[in-house]
């Protein structure tokens, strides 16, 4: 009897009260990208009226900075937590959205080269990371959550990863902070480099897509670039996204064989399970504004929902980085990662540079 | 038993991956502007 009155009472609640629980950090995310938004549009104005010169500096990074210089200055309250974490979520809207400003032709075109990069680039770095591991003496499943995490796409691949080969989380933990620490310094590097070699959108969007392993980074490290560098980014980056299931199960299947892992009974349904469905979601989109599904405005206003979900995004990435508590996670994974960073950046530019002399971009 | 089942229902709309709800998100907002509620989205 009192299961039956406790059911109908608790459980329509709890997603009322989940849902009440992310409006705080939501509304930090909001508050803090419309800042960046509106320094962007003020900030170079009224340089240029007091006849300073001032770099155009865009919203992608004043919202990243802001959000960086809140969370390592005061912190980011625990009520806001919950609502900042978010940031994925309007990063995966947000990317399916802008497969309408895609035409199926170009995905598939850009898709196909992007597709032999990217199998070129996580078959070079699982190699390398693997090799850096060994030569660190870094624990074996580490090195797996770390070769995969630069690999594939960061954070969820880890994440995925962890559960697929049993990890530990404290492995996990260092996997991902060194991974997070990394993309924050991507994020800055990558389009100085870019900027330094002259590196047309394309090629940047493609480097940027290969060479940056979370996939809020690579989006925001492209948008930093300009808007076409940051659409092609977001392209090659889900190209990466889309390979995970098949990454991870080669791994399961691996420690499985070594009796350290359970072993995966339907391959099929593991890979459903592991693959993005929003790279689903952004072909669909795409398919429908190849066939005339939007009319011309109605895509423009896509395209402009997807810059607020990003907007978001960059927002949460400066907030959700704290580099005092990135600091604790300990040196070893953290150089195997950055030594490992640098030598895939420079491994994912010749690709791209080889690329774009062969195709003539 | 309905009871259960209905709260099952629920459990499980919620335990969808964020994944598919971006996409959901992403699409209902498709719809709208589609349909022309959101007739124009300015940036």
Known sequence: MADVLTVPQVRPVQPALRFLRVIPGVLLLVVVGYAGKLLEQNVGAYAKAHHWTFPNIEYVLWAIVLGLVISNTVGVPEIFRTGVATYEFWLKAGIVLLGARFLLGDILKLGGVSLVLVAIEIAGSLAFMTFLGRLFKLKPKLTTLLAVGSAVCGVSAIIATKGAIEADDEDSSFSIAAILALGALALFTFPLIGHALHLSDHAYGLWAGLGVDNTAEATAAGALYSDAAGKLAVLVKSTRNAMIGFVVLAYAIYWASKGQAQAVGNKAAFLWQKFPKFVLGFLLISVLATYHFFNKDQIGALANLSRWAFLLTFAGVGLRTNFGELRKQGLRPFAVGAIGEVVIAGFTLALVYGASKIFGW | ?43
């Open chain 2, 1 to 43: 038993m309905s009871e259960e089942a209905v709260g099952a229902g629920t459990g499980s709309l919620w335990k969808l991956s964020l994944d598919t709800w971006a996409v959901l998100v992403a699409f209902l907002l498709a719809l709208l502007v589609r349909t022309g509620v959101f007739k124009h989205v300015p940036w």
